[in-house]
C-alpha cells in the first residue's frame, strides 16, 4: 500500500475520533441533533477510510453505504449489527440536519455513543490488520 494511501488513511481515523469526541461533548449539552451528525460522520470517516484500504470511493454518502454493505457486511468481514448500526446513524442524521420539528430524546440517543465507539474499534481493528505487515 502507497504511503500516501496509508496516510490517507490515518488522517480519516483521526477525524473519526475528532468527531466522536464533538459528539460527546454535544450530548453534554443536549444537542442531541447536532449529537446523532457527529455520531454519523464518527462513522462515516472510519468507513472512509476502510474503502480507500481497498481502493474504493465514492462521490455521495449514499455510495459510501452502498460499498460499505456490499464489500464489507454482506462478506462477513464485519458484523450486520454494525452494519444496521451505521444505518441507523445515516438515517437519523438525515431527518436531524433536513426534516423540520425533529428533536430526538436524550434518553433515547445516548447509548448510541458507545455503539459508535465499538464501530470505530472494529473498523480500526480491520484497517491495523490490513495493514499491518505479519
Not at 56 to 78: D, E, Y
Not at 85 to 92: T, V
Amino acid at each position: 500500500m502507497k504511503e500516501e494511501v496509508q496516510v490517507l488513511i490515518k488522517y480519516r481515523l483521526e477525524r473519526s475520533h475528532e468527531a466522536l469526541e464533538e459528539a460527546r461533548m454535544l450530548l453534554e449539552q443536549k444537542h442531541t441533533n447536532t449529537y446523532i451528525n457527529r455520531l454519523y460522520y464518527a462513522c462515516f470517516y472510519a468507513v472512509s477510510a476502510l474503502m480507500l484500504m481497498k481502493g474504493l470511493s465514492s462521490a455521495k454518502h449514499s455510495g459510501i453505504r452502498s460499498l460499505f454493505h456490499q464489500k464489507f457486511v454482506k462478506c462477513g468481514l464485519v458484523a450486520i449489527e454494525l452494519g444496521q448500526l451505521y444505518d441507523r446513524l445515516y438515517d437519523n442524521r438525515q431527518k436531524a440536519d433536513y426534516a423540520d420539528l425533529v428533536r430526538f430524546d436524550i434518553e433515547e440517543v445516548r447509548d448510541w455513543y458507545g455503539e459508535t465507539e465499538g464501530f470505530l474499534s472494529a473498523i480500526e481493528k480491520i484497517i491495523k490488520e490490513e495493514i499491518t505487515p505479519a
